[in-house]
């Protein structure tokens, strides 16, 4: 199993921008797709953006499309989520997951276990 640690949240003035990192000490990192996911308070994590374990292939909820960019270096064993132009709905606690299939990453947002201490994003108005 991948182990995951999420970092780079904050406090942030609406318009702002943040770069999450999420860094893997597993050593078949690069052999997983990756993917972001968010729970606000009161409400279910939520799919945000995943990769494959190429990086050729991406894939965003439609509420982040055109501000958000996921990104991986594997050499570094970590993936990325540039926030650009946020708002105070996109104030959350971020987290990472590893899933072996592309396609199967949106799924682990209803994994209520397995999850990382997440990053928490704070976005003011």
Not at 22 to 32: E, K, L, P
Not at 38 to 53: C, D, L, M
Not at 63 to 91: C, E, H, W
Not at 111 to 123: L, M, P
Request: hydrophobic share 30%.
């Amino acid at each position: 199993q991948v182990q995951l640690v999420e970092s780079g949240g904050g406090l942030v003035q609406t318009g702002g921008s943040l770069r999450l990192s999420c860094a893997s000490s597993g050593r078949t990192f690069s052999s997983y797709a990756m993917g972001w996911f968010r729970q606000a308070p009161g409400k279910e994590r939520e799919f945000v953006a995943s990769i494959s374990w190429s990086g050729s292939s991406t894939s965003y909820a439609d509420s982040v499309k055109g501000r958000f960019t996921i990104s991986r270096d594997n050499a570094k064993n970590t993936v990325y989520l540039q926030m650009n132009s946020l708002k105070p709905d996109d104030t959350a606690v971020y987290y990472c997951g590893a899933r072996s299939f592309f396609q199967g990453v949106r799924d682990l947002a209803r994994n209520r276990d397995g999850w990382g201490q997440g990053t928490q994003v704070t976005v003011s108005e």
